[in-house]
């Protein structure tokens, strides 16, 4: 179970918490049938994650017997075999499928939609796709996309451009920095960890992340200053919240760069209590605003 556990990877479903983002901002964070539907969609874009997960180790498994860390890896170990693999991929995809089919017709076929072309795109990654630089990175992002649309699809909330726009690029940030780390290492050994890394250097990388932290911080204070936000959350002090951005952008490429650890975002979420605070904290001022002012 253990073993099945790691190769399905919950830990990772922490990344589908952003279709929950729509609800949120949309003011239906305490209506219990939204709230339903968008735990649903959460579960379904979880399970079919994990599927997902499934494939790439098994696609993956000569690169990661010789990585220095993915070596330990289920099926890369030999702790489950290939078809063990396979078997898991169906059983949580389908579970997934399950779960959609629980929606009211009125939101179905849209999440469905949604979830299932997610679901090819990265089938289409773990074979293809990710072995060409900058378009691992961009599917990567648009993935987080994918989430926020079927968390409005469930809701049946339109989403705005700002919102759109600004995971794409925060998402596409952090995927920069975390190729950062795959360069380090193929530095340090000689040998790139991913295909594609070798289209890849500390040079680019650094510069990358930082021209796409640069566009999300303006986009976000344009969004904070714009007639429409402004009037909808009625207050002008909408742009103070910037200040928790510009602190998550700067510690993300403290670690980046300095600690040298930004291979895994999630780990980064779940162990760095200072960005646990700044995503509390500016959680918390838009709840406030939304909610109770």
């Not at 510009?246 to 980064?268: E, F, H, M, N, W």
Request: proline share 3%; glycine share 4%; net charge positive.
């Amino acid at each position: 179970m253990k073993d099945i556990l790691r190769l399905t990877r919950p830990k990772q479903w922490i990344k589908n918490f952003f279709v929950f983002i729509p609800m949120f901002f949309g003011g239906e964070l305490f209506d219990t049938h939204s709230m339903w539907l968008t735990a649903l969609t959460f579960f379904a874009f979880s399970l079919v994650a994990s599927s997902i997960y499934c494939y790439n180790d098994i696609v993956d498994v000569d690169a990661d017997r010789n990585h220095p860390v993915k070596c330990h890896r289920p099926i890369a170990s030999g702790a489950l075999s290939i078809r063990m693999g396979y078997t898991l991929m169906a059983v949580t995809f389908m579970l997934g499928v399950g779960v959609m089919l629980l929606l009211p017709p009125e939101v179905k076929s849209e999440v469905m939609a949604v979830v299932v072309f997610y679901y090819v795109l990265n089938l289409s990654y773990c074979s293809k796709l990710k072995q060409y630089a900058i378009l691992d990175v961009c599917i990567v992002a648009f993935g987080f996309v994918l989430r926020i649309l079927a968390g409005g699809f469930a809701c049946e909330l339109a989403l705005s451009n700002w919102i759109v726009i600004m995971t794409f690029l925060l998402t596409l940030f952090m995927s920069f920095a975390k190729r950062r780390d795959d360069v380090l290492r193929m530095n340090e050994t000689g040998e790139a960890p991913r295909k594609n890394t070798v289209r890849y250097n500390l040079t680019f990388i650094n510069q990358a992340i930082t021209i796409t932290a640069s566009v999300t911080l303006v986009c976000y204070i344009m969004y904070c200053v714009s007639p429409d936000v402004v009037e909808r959350f009625e207050t002008p002090y909408l742009y103070l919240t910037f200040v928790f951005v510009l602190l998550g952008l700067l510690r993300y490429i403290q670690i980046a760069v300095v600690d040298k650890k930004s291979g895994d975002p999630t780990k980064i979420i779940l162990r760095d209590h200072f960005s646990q605070v700044i995503v509390v904290a500016w959680i918390l001022t838009f709840l406030v605003m939304i909610y109770v002012i």
